[in-house]
């Protein structure tokens, strides 16, 4: 059996054809393009296609020439739910929207999520949690990309990165065009790191909203918005962008 989650679909009459083929090709990944919003499933040269995907790269070329669309595949170890690091860095290189479809872990295929620049905005309150895809970092980055006409750089990343000594938010956020501010002279709009309630590093992150509403994304709850006064305490540093605009005309907060 096959299900699609309540998620954006961009290409919808490929979706049946990518979804059966995912679960056909358990517990190997699948693999394949859109063109034309249509599926075309491709061979995963992969050693052991049950741990990765393998498209030769002639396939690519030739396909980016007809109108390459999106890449899709599939994971089937049921630890993987998300893009992983490398899916996420190829998306990046490749220019072109990636979706991804998982496991359940009994062989039921779940998705397809997607992911990429050249796709719409989704709303910012009620994202399901996917890790790279609809996650705290990502909400912040489209805020800017709809709200502020500002699009800075994804990062490929890794489910709990901050468990693996990494400190994306703090490593990255000047580079990215922001400046800290104080708590005293904060504006609608402007972000927030912060640490979660259990954790002493910085590895979330949001937007407030104004008064007493802040906006963002915990790990496997959906997106909404919070009181400020709720979440301040766990803040570690306020910033706002340099080419911040002030608007609180808030699209997609409804
Ligand atoms: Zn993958």
């Known amino acids: 059996m096959t299900r699609v989650f ?5 290409f919808p009459d490929a979706v049946d054809d990518i979804t059966s083929d995912a679960q056909e090709r358990y517990p190997e990944e699948s693999c394949g393009f859109v063109v034309d919003g249509k599926y075309v499933p491709k061979k995963n040269k992969a050693d052991n296609p049950t741990k990765g995907f393998v498209i030769d790269g002639r ?11 999106a890449v899709v595949h599939s994971h089937t170890r049921k630890q993987l739910k998300h ?15 990636w979706g991804v479809l998982w496991s359940d872990g ?47 750089r994804d990062f490929a990343r890794k489910a709990d990165w901050w468990l693996l000594g990494e400190n994306m938010y ?14 005293q002279d904060l504006r609608p709009g402007d972000a927030f790191m912060s640490r979660f ?7 979330h992150a949001g937007i407030y909203l104004g008064g007493n509403q802040v906006l963002h994304h915990l790990i496997s709850k959906s997106s909404r918005r919070d009181t400020l006064s709720s979440w301040a305490k766990y803040v570690t540093h306020w910033v706002r962008h340099k080419e911040q605009t002030k608007t609180n005309n808030w699209i997609g907060l409804t």
């Open 106 to 152: 009994d062989g039921d295929i779940l998705g397809p999520a997607w992911w990429g620049d050249q796709l719409e905005t989704q709303p910012f309150v009620g994202r399901p949690f996917i890790y790279g895809i609809y996650d705290c970092f990502s909400l912040v980055r489209d805020w800017y990309r709809v709200q502020h006409n500002i699009i800075f």
């Open 170 to 183: 703090v490593d990255h956020f000047k580079e990215c065009g922001f400046f800290q501010v104080s708590e």
């Open 6 to 10: 309540g998620i954006y679909q961009p």
């Open 197 to 203: 309630a259990r954790g002493d590093t910085t590895q």
């Open 59 to 69: 396939t690519y070329v030739a396909a980016k020439k007809k109108g390459l669309q």
């Open 83 to 97: 893009p992983s690091e490398a899916d996420m860095q190829q998306q990046i290189a490749m220019n072109v929207p």
